[in-house]
């Protein structure tokens, strides 16, 4: 379960948001099984509830439609929460809130462009909307009918009408002049013809028709006012508490000095007879402020400076009128008391003073040729100059009306305009005591009603047909019954009244009384004084009579009825007023047809006619309608007094026009809207029909299991009689309603999110765009570039050989760089390794150099690396490179073997340790080589094993056989000796001992097996290479003792060296093979 927050009446002004426990995947079928029985879910009485508490917004869907109580109910329950506006299917309910209501706001305004009434809660906007939508789509002239009590929002609603119709047509160009005019009009109507009274601060005291007249685009462009029974009796006199006319105390209250002067007025109502029934203060500043509006009303409709003048010289005549006063002359008549009111009134009119007088006090009769000119007693006067009063305003107000209908006749006669009228006409009255008014007004009520009764009748009964449906006879209160006793041609209270004021004699108000009930009396509507229960005849007076109208008894008083419907002024005034120099006065009175001998009709027969080309002008048009209804006598907000308005309900037949509009279906809808709202409650009709809406409409209706006689299927609509239906319909579109939200939400969260994704995307395309052209024309920069650089390169390289360039040079300088760095990386390493990386043709130089400073730092590094004994080594071998190079043959051989100064073995060196230990080494002598030897003897050449030893000072030649030390065989000094070897690769070493040394011996002949080595380290110390002698010769001689010639050594070559003795006696010594 969820909460989800729906409006059950799709509608947040009509109904506020409630809350209902929506069901989660609720399917349709769940749905119907949940809306049928009575034990409905809590959603559906949640629903209900709500329902409850403001109501339904149409009053054909009430239950008990024929209950007023329940009717009642509804409006209070709406009242309360501030919904003013109710339907009775197409007529407007309205309840007057007496406090502004934020329902007109142009966002409210907007909400009613093109709907049909259910799609919008009830509104005088709606009414309009509808009104104009037939009106210019399908071109049914309209009509809308505001009535109602006073002060019960008529004028309200009109204006409300006309505002909307204006914001309707904003966006239609050429008709702000015609709006303004049409909306400026109220203010000056109401200026003249409003009137602060009891019931209303701004009561309207005339009646008024108007119709709009709209182009075929529909824009309006012009207008005309019908007015109907001006109250003038208000300008002469009021009710305590009452005022007259808006305008008197506007004139005082906003006319600047000047006017004032020119006026002869001071700016004080209490100054006026007219006037002299003031309200406080504070009215006086919405007067003047009114004044200012009236004085731009008046520009807007164009009436000239000059015109203006002359309408205000008229209202000051009439409050100068009021004041004239009069006095009883000795003959008992009336003379006017010599003031200066008179002389303003004439001053004003511009009329003949002299003859105003006389107008005011005498009377000129023409009887059947005689004229007689009688004069007026007090009551006369006086009376005469109230008629003088009341018939200039009235017909002033009239001319204003023929004025303002002349600003707002359309410009060019448009055969294709039609028209909407609006009419705003008093509703039934019912006071304590009725007079001629109240007979006129509920005369006109009547008609209304039985036009109202004939034409929803009509309609209902023309759609039943249209749509095909039964017709089933309604039943209903035909007040055609009343209209003809009161209108009836000679036997009408009308022509009765007539016949009465027309008949020579003396006619009086009871005489006229008498003649009613002579003919009426038995009638089912008229009760005469004579004729009613005794009870009633306790209530009523002898000079009054009663009417039974649809909305009640009313009992009339019939005093002054003669009078008012004679309505005359005297001719003497008449004529005085025709020669006015005052235009407009001269204007109002000039229509009278003064030469005609023939009577003016009677004031009721005039209405009489006016209504019924009203009726005509409302019968030729479609009727919208707009019943007003007043919550209370106080004009105060958020009350409703039941009784009250129940009476109102009565006199406006609402629960009449429900009965009508009940008898057959409470509810219908073209089958597409019903479809449009329902389809969601079968699966079949969900998400679109793709069919007939009709076909859909009846699967709808079978999912929903309505029974036969709930509805029927018309031609273009669907029929729904009782109300509990379709709100169970509402109930499960309600629970579907959050379901489908839910769908929707997700669709347009999907789809919101693709638009962002799409918008995203856009946008990274677009910088993706930007950022490849930007990184595109880089890169192409920089081939450029590159391209410069290889082609600067290979001309470079092509030129490398030729006079120099800069680009050669930048090649040849690239080529060095990278002969470099590729040097850098292949440089020997070893200091014996002699190969140098190819270098260019340009670089030989440097790059000799460089191998040289390498191989040096090589040496050098080498040099540096090696420990003192190698260095000794290197020594020695340097030494025995200059000693042997090339001079002898194992030179080569000796090369890579390390020098060693000790060639004996371990246990050798055991004998020689202790040798040296031995007195026989001498003190101090130093070692420095030692080596096993052969020693051949001089003679025979017998090899025999020896060790020697060379100190720094001799040549130990030692046999080491047999013993525990080597015995010392010679000591040769090295200072002495002479050392012979062969060029060749042998081990033979011939030292050649001097005379002094041989005491026995001769030269020694010995072989060792490292010569160079031997001679070397020796060499070294002695530092004595010529002793040392390197023969190239095949024999080697050597001496015997004492320098004999001894024998012979040879020397020869074989694969195997050797020293043996040769068969010819000699030493043979074979060397390698070089
Ligand atoms: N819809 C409304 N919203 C707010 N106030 C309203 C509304 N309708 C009427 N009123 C109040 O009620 C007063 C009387 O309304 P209005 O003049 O329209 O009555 P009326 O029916 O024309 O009476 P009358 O028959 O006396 O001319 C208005 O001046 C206004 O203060
Ligand atoms: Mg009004």
Redesign the pocket.
Known sequence: MTEVSVNVAGSSQDVPTVVVNGVDGASIRQIKALQRPISVAGVMEHALQHRERVGVQDFVLLEDFRSEAAFIDNLRKRFHENI?YTYIGNVLI?V??????PI?TEEKTKLYYKKAFFEAPPH?FAIADNAYRSLVYEHREQCILIS?????????????VLEYIAARTNHLHNVETVKDKLLQSNPLLEAFG?AK?H???????FGKYMDIQFNYEGAPEGGHILNYLLEKSRVVSQMSGERNFHIFYQLLAGADQGLLQHLKLEGRPEMYKYTTDNSPSIQKLNDAEQFRTVLEAMKVIEISESEQREIFEIVASVLHLGNVKFVQNEKGYAEILRDNNSIHVAELLKVDLTKLREALTSRTIDARGDVVNTPLDLEQAQYARDALAKAIYEKHFSWLVSRLNASLAPKDKDPRASVMGIL?I??FEIFPKNSFEQFCINFCNEKLQQLFIELTLKQEQEEYLREGIEWEPVDYFNNIVICDLIEARHQGIISILDDECLRPGDATDLSFLEKLSQKLDGHAHFKSHRKVDVKTQKLMGRDEFCLVHYAGEVTYNVNTFIEKNNDLLFRDMQNLMTSSGNNTVGCCFKDLNLLSKKRPETAITQFKISLNELIKILSSKEPSYIR?I?PNDF?MPMQFDEKLVSHQVKYLGLMENLRVRRAGFAYRRTYEAFLERYKCLSSDTWPNYRGQARDGVQKLVEALQYEQEEYRMGNTKVFIRFPKTLFETEDAFQIKKNDIATIIQSRWRGHWQRREYLKMRQSAIIMQKWIRRFLAQKQKERRRKAADVIRAFIRGFITRNGPETIENRRFLGIAKVHWLKRLSTRLPKKVLDLSWPHCPATCQEASRELHRLHRAHLARKYRLALTPAEKKQFELKVLAEKMFKSKKNSYPSSICDRFMEDRLNEEHRVLRNTFMASPSWPTGEQLIYSCEAIKYDRRGYKPRERALLASDKALYVLDAAGRKTYKLKHRLPLDKLRVIVTNETDGLVLIKIPQELKKDKGDLIISVSHVIEALTIVTDYTKKPEIIEIVDTRTIAHDLVNGKQGGTIEVTHGPQPAIQRAKSGNLLVVAATP
């Open positions: 003013i309205s007057n809130p007496y406090k502004p209501l007109y005088v109602g009590e006073s002060g019960s929002g008529k004028t309200e609603a009109s204006k409300k409003n009274t019931r209303n601060d701004n009561s309207s005291r705003d008093y509703g007003c007043k004009k």
